[in-house]
C-alpha cells in the first residue's frame, strides 16, 4: 500500500530525495486523512523515528538528529510524502521507512506501534 522510492550512495554532504505513493486508500482511509512518517533502521540499531506530518494541523515534526538538514512534504493531489535529506552523514546510513498514521499529535507521530502501515524500505548509504 506505501511504495518507497529514491535511495541510494552519497558522498558526506550530498543531497537525497526519498518518495513514498500511497495507494488510493491506506488502511480503509484516504492519503488526506493518514499523518505520514518516516523513520530509519540503521545497521545494528533499533528503528527510530526521523520526520512526520499531521494531517489535520500540517505541523511538521522533526527528530534532533535530521533538524535543519532534513525536510518532509507532502503532496495530497499524488498521494505522495517525500523527504528531501541535505547535508548528509555516515550516521544517516540507514533502511527508511515511509509510514501512513490515523494519528495527528507529536505524541503519537514519533511511535512506531501508532503507524498502520508502513513501506518496504529503501537503503540510505552516505559514504566518507
Known amino acids: 500500500q506505501l511504495q518507497a522510492s529514491g535511495g541510494g550512495l552519497v558522498q558526506v554532504g550530498g543531497s537525497l530525495r526519498l518518495s513514498c505513493t500511497a495507494s488510493?486508500?491506506?488502511?480503509?482511509?484516504?492519503?488526506?486523512?493518514?499523518?505520514m512518517g518516516w523513520f530509519r533502521r540503521a545497521p545494528g540499531k533499533a528503528r527510530e523515528f526521523v520526520a512526520a506530518?499531521?494531517?489535520?494541523?500540517?505541523?511538521?515534526w522533526s527528530a534532533d538528529s535530521v533538524k535543519g538538514r532534513f525536510t518532509i512534504s507532502r503532496d495530497n493531489s499524488r498521494n505522495t510524502v517525500t523527504l528531501v535529506m541535505n547535508s548528509l552523514k555516515p550516521e544517516d546510513t540507514a533502511l527508511y521507512y515511509c509510514?501512513?498514521?490515523?494519528?495527528?499529535?507529536?505524541?503519537?507521530?514519533?511511535?512506531?506501534?501508532?503507524?498502520?502501515?508502513w513501506g518496504q524500505g529503501t537503503q540510505v548509504t552516505v559514504s566518507s
Open positions: 488510493v486508500r491506506t488502511v480503509g482511509r484516504t492519503f488526506g486523512t493518514l499523518s
Open positions: 506530518k499531521s494531517y489535520r494541523s500540517g505541523t511538521i
Open positions: 509510514a501512513a498514521s490515523p494519528y495527528y499529535t507529536y505524541s503519537d507521530l514519533t511511535l512506531i506501534d501508532k503507524y498502520d502501515s
